[in-house]
């Protein structure tokens, strides 16, 4: 009777506290949702295993929900990134611009929304997400997964539809930690920042 | 008992239709390409056939935005799929790097080993890994960090480098978001590997019904469809089967309004009995000498019908006209049937000279054809229509008159004129397109296709041999004689060759070399802040590395095709110019361009038309000059079918109807058929016997070509380019000749002989 007991009632607090997890999520989901125009710097730093000495790089993001757009721009050691306007994807190198042609780059930009927008419905789809806090982990549902062996997201307790720090951990044991800074939510977005 | 002898003969043949019936239902009818071309260039048309592009699957979609056009395009992939019409190539995997490297020992040639030293040497490791370095402070270094550890020099990039000049040069194709498009991205087209073979019929006609069903579902201004081997499958067969079907239909209503014009009792409806009695036995019989029937030879089944009734109508206009006893009218006309047969018999022999299967198919089914209904005209028909001679049926129908001589001239030098203002008006089409007969939705969908991938640039480079492993040694000794050599030749190379290859790797990455070559790589990676056991993943592999590679190249792209059991060939794509076309021999080596192939094809067309055509003039010459025995008379007999044929290219040129390349050869070979009914007439005016000449009534040769035009002319209907043709020339030609025969003739006869 008493084991019993202590089986109902754990199980009683795993699904209130699982209810409440996924409330919390889609409370997030709504908030972040709202989220149209999005610009922040960001700093880079990977841990490889090819490296003696983790390495670090510093750019910028910005991201129109409205009209498809992002820019992923590394501005320092090396001047590169990425761009996407809609369906089309290109690569920066410099002050080049070269459209993207292959089915993968399209895949990864398209993936790369999905993040962005952090669209819960999608991700729960490939990734198994924990929500502890403003933490929010995603481990992939395929177990031999090549890239990715868990994201770490942090919100900001403040407001959640900031994102101030992403790691993800690779299956090599290699890791990347972007830590974002200044990021403004809905600002004014001219054209020339997708040029 | 007297029953079976009065009918036996006539039982018998209706049985021996029978049989045939049954042989042909379960006998094979083909259409193949190859039977319509001549022999000469019959092993490029087939190897042609056989290059790897011909069996693909193009699925062309249009929609009116690009994005549309993308979005149906990548939905129409995976339902095709689904549904098994499609199978994919093994696609990259993750250890793309490790199977292109795992390649590269057997495919290290002299050119490789020194494009392969290049990489390793220090200033070209230095950058290298200078390149990789940034590569690592950029997003996609995610995807590309083990490829870094695993192929520290670039080795694959020789490898693909290889690959991308597969076709260089040959077509600047806009390939975007994996499919081919137009400049504006709302016209996108795919290839693919069809799950089963380009010939199967029964799978075309399912595609077809996907398509059909799929294109239900697309919005207003967007179309999908597919084009390829699978269609041309689908539309020759199902064209000869409509063409069969409006054929006959139109052939048998002609006939019954002939029969009511010309007949009108339950007797002549044995005239039309013969075809039904000669067709099927003739069929089955050429079925059983060739091993199939091609559709275009049961399509010719038509003329065998026009042909073979005129027997039976002479027959029953001569019991029906004279008053002669009937045994000898039957004797008398039988030696004009008898002309007859061996003047249409002779254009059918010279028929059999030709190197076009269908020809000696269509020559062999006429001439079985035409001896079963001579054989039934003079001997069994005669006892029926001869009851109904004797049963006072005997009315005299009016003559027709023919032109007065002078007329007669001037029409004549008219008609002439008009020939040969016909003959230098006269468009001929070269494209091997219209024997391969589509309909014209087919044509403006190929249209489509070939504006995304223009072919007129492209040739293909056969290499041939008895089995795959000499076909790949012919491939690299070709390849020795092009400047840079055939990429498909580095790819693709033979087991003696890749043996070759194998000693010269490890002669090359001797220990020494491993060792000097480690340090360099040491130094540039520790200057750039690498860990010493970056590239171990390297270092092993090239320890461990086998003779035989683990991944297959064709899996992507296979150019080695069977033709026969006993013939394999190496497909190269090159562009189409003379150095590659000078590197064929024509036995080891073939060379096929869609413009080297049109040449040839008009080429040997046109002998095989001037050998048919002379051999069927002299055949009938020297038959018609025995039978007559009379140079004026032989020479008046050709009257018909000069000015028969001066009307038929007057005609053409007026109505700019192109001439096909299967026109050209049968146009004079139906004129030919046209002699009989100048025999007709000449033997009529011949006979001096009043009586005699009755058994020639005018109204019977009228019938006759009428009949004859009711069979044959009737493949106008035909929407295959190749009955077409057979049609129109039937209809003008042996109609002008007909008429020729009737108003202008007789007035020649009369005031020359």
Known sequence: ?195 | MSIWRRHGKLTGFVAFMLVGIVGVWCGSVEENILALVPQSIKQSVSLFEHSPLSQKLIVITQAPSQEQAQEIAESVREELSQAGFIKFPAQPTDNLVLNVLSALPGLFSPQIQQETEEKISLPVITRQIANYYEELFSFQSIFTVQKMAQDPFNLTEIVLNKWREIGQGVQSLNYTNGFLSNEHGNEVAALYDAATAVSDIKAAQKLQQFFTQRQATLPPGARTFFVGGMRYTLENVSLIKRDLFVVSVTGIICLLFIFICFFRTKRALLVYLLPLLVLPPAAWMTQLIFGHISGITLGFGSVVVGLSVDYAIYIYFALQQTKIEAKSAVSKISKHLWCNFLTSGMCFIALLFSSIEVFRQIAVFALIALSLAFFISVRVLPGYFRISAFSGMKTRQPEINSLPFRWAVWVSILLLAFGIWGITHLSVSADLNDLNSTSPAFVKDKQIAERLFPSNRGALLFALGKTPEEALVNNELVSLKVPHGLPLATLFVSAKTREGNWNRWKKFWDSSRQNAVQLSLQTAAQQKGFNTQAFAPFWTWLQNVSEISSFDFSAWYNPLVKISNTLYGVVNIVPNEVTYAQLADGKQTVFISGSALQTNLVRSVKKEAITVVCLALLLNLIAVWLLFRNVKETLLCFIPVLLGGSFLFGFLALCKIQLNLFGLIFLPLLIGLGLDYAIFQLIKYRSRQEEFMRLYPARALLAAGLSTLAGFGVLVCAKHAVLFMMGICALVGIGGTVLVSLFILPSLWKHGV
């Open chain 1, 1 to 195: 009777m008493k084991y019993g007991l202590s089986l109902f009632l754990g199980l009683f607090f795993t699904l209130a506290w699982a209810q409440q997890e996924v409330s919390s999520l889609q409370s997030y989901a709504k908030q972040i949702n709202a989220v149209q125009t999005l610009q922040s710097n960001f700093t880079e730093e990977k841990h490889l295993s090819l490296l003696s000495q983790p390495i670090q790089s510093e750019g910028t993001l910005a991201f129109d929900k409205n009209t498809q757009k992002l820019r992923w721009q590394y501005k320092k050691p090396f001047e590169n990134g990425f761009l996407i306007e809609k369906e089309k994807v290109y690569r920066l190198q410099g002050p080049l611009k070269k459209p993207v042609e292959s089915a993968m780059g399209r895949m990864f930009m398209a993936e790369m929304l999905v993040w962005l927008t952090l669209d819960f419905d999608s991700l729960q789809k490939n990734y198994q997400i924990t929500l502890n806090g403003s933490k929010i982990t995603f481990v992939p549902l395929l177990k031999e997964h090549k890239v990715v062996k868990k994201i770490t997201v942090w919100l900001d307790e403040k407001d959640v539809r900031v994102v101030t720090q992403v790691k993800m951990e690779e299956p090599s044991g290699d890791f990347i930690v972007w830590k974002f800074n200044q990021t403004q939510i809905n600002p004014d977005l001219s054209a020339e920042v997708f040029q």
